[in-house]
């Protein structure tokens, strides 16, 4: 059942998104339906997204391609959408392409790191489809820094921006940059957005 009229989100092709309570817990309704893309509010609202078109997988791709390759030379544990964080206000977020130092993520059980992890990774990215609204993905990235979050980037091709998010700090907006660099966090990790504004 919808939690109320006004929690209903329309996206750009009309398609309404719905944060709902379902009497299921997330583990179930996450197991029965793989296919969904699904998140959880940390006051139990669940919030079912639309699927990414062409492009936005395409950039998607790009960009967890880049840490990947950052990360096989220089370490940590990269992850791409389909992970699932329960992080520690209770909420359960998916992020587009994230990253945990190693001894974070080897502190976890075996049993952790094979189901949804109980972590906050220590960077996380954000690329904004047609289907998203900026305020919401703002909301979002707020709450992962609240979460632990070190390091955050919202990449959003349809204005050319980039929303850099650190703990304490109101966000940095880079317009139009040709690579974002992620400093200390992850040195030398400097992204390629050229080939995110313009997809092939």
């Given at each position: ?11 750009t092709s009309g398609v309404h998104w ?121 909301d979002k990235m707020t709450s992962y ?49 050229r080939a995110v504004w313009q997809p092939?």
């Amino acid at each position: 059942m919808l939690t109320d009229e006004k929690s209903q989100i329309y996206d750009t092709s009309g398609v309404h998104w719905a944060r709902v309570r379902l009497r299921e817990s997330f583990d179930e309704i996450a197991s029965l339906n793989p296919d969904l893309r699904i998140e959880q509010e940390s006051n139990g609202e669940f919030v079912f997204m639309s699927p990414t078109g062409g492009e936005s997988s395409s950039r998607n791709m790009e960009i967890a391609w880049q840490l990947m390759s950052w990360t096989k030379r220089f370490g940590g544990v990269c992850f791409d959408s389909s992970i699932i964080f329960c992080l520690p206000d209770g909420s359960k977020r998916s992020p587009d392409a994230s990253w945990i130092a190693t001894d974070r993520w080897t502190a976890l059980s075996l049993v952790d790191r094979k189901k949804f992890p109980p972590i906050a990774p220590d960077f996380v990215i954000e690329l904004r489809s047609e289907s998203d609204r900026l305020a919401t993905l703002q909301d979002k990235m707020t709450s992962y820094n609240q979460n632990g979050v070190r390091l955050g980037w919202l990449i959003d091709p349809f204005d050319k921006q980039v929303h850099v998010y650190r703990p304490g700090n109101s966000p940095d907006v880079l317009s139009n940059p040709e690579t974002v660099s992620a400093g200390d966090m992850l040195p030398a990790f400097d992204l390629d957005l050229r080939a995110v504004w313009q997809p092939a």
